[in-house]
T-cell receptor, first 111, second 114 residues
Framework: KQEVTQIPAALSVPEGENLVLNCSFT??????LQWFRQDPGKGLTSLLL?????REQTSGRLNASLDKSSGRSTLYIAASQPGDSATYLC??????????FGKGNQVVVIP | SAVISQKPSRDICQRGTSLTIQCQVD?????MFWYRQQPGQSLTLIAT?????????ESGFVIDKFPISRPNLTFSTLTVSNMSPEDSSIYLC???????????FGDGTRLSIL
């Protein structure tokens, strides 16, 4: 059974600092890895999807890397802003299109 | 990406009753899924909603407790039956078109059982 772990569970950073969020998974037989953002009281917003054959994806201030063989992904958010405060979820897709989620990184960016 | 509408957005229900949650998509989608997010926990897949046939349930979830319908490619319902306080969760619908394309989620239904 796929296990997804996200570290740290929670973190606070001052505005302007770079954020580094880590995700690890136990079964490297994945199709892709997806990072989501969840705001309080809201659903999930897809941020980035990395195919299993890719090493990284970038979108604006966000960059996600994938090391499939070691079962790790990192989400970098450059020059954090208060609007980046949210919970970030990592999910890996295996067979039958199922997503296995981590518990999330709860981020607070302090103005 | 598809626009996903879930109804109701929240509800407070009595123990022993049932609630049906609707998921409407503004375009035809191949795959629809139902997830549960218990307080302080991550998302857990309940089932894959199959168009025109019975849903495929994950281990620990059964049709009698969580009946699912998917009459067409844009609509699905999840019923939470005979509710108890342990069913208090956020229930989320997600959709996808193909493997290796992003899945997209609705805003969820926040359910509290008294």
């Amino acid at each position: 059974k796929q296990e997804v772990t996200q570290i740290p569970a929670a973190l606070s950073v001052p505005e302007g600092e770079n954020l580094v969020l880590n995700c690890s998974f136990t079964d490297s037989a994945i199709y892709n890895l997806q990072w989501f953002r969840q705001d309080p009281g809201k659903g999930l917003t897809s941020l980035l999807l990395i195919q299993s054959s890719q090493r990284e994806q970038t979108s604006g201030r966000l960059n996600a890397s994938l090391d499939k063989s070691s079962g790790r992904s990192t989400l970098y958010i450059a020059a954090s802003q208060p609007g980046d405060s949210a919970t970030y979820l990592c999910a890996v897709q295996g067979g039958n299109n199922r997503l296995a989620f981590g518990k999330g990184n709860q981020v607070v960016v302090i103005p | 990406s598809a626009v996903i509408s879930q109804k109701p957005s929240r509800d407070i229900c009595q123990r022993g009753t049932s609630l049906t949650i609707q998921c409407q998509v503004d375009s035809q989608v191949t795959m629809m899924f139902w997830y549960r997010q218990q307080p302080g926990q991550s998302l857990t897949l309940i089932a894959t909603a199959n168009q025109g046939s019975e849903a495929t349930y994950e281990s620990g979830f059964v049709i009698d407790k969580f009946p699912i319908s998917r009459p067409n490619l844009t609509f699905s319902t999840l019923t939470v039956s005979n509710m108890s306080p342990e069913d208090s969760s956020i229930y989320l619908c997600s959709v996808g078109q193909q493997v290796n394309q992003p899945q997209h989620f609705g805003d969820g239904t926040r359910l509290s059982i008294l």
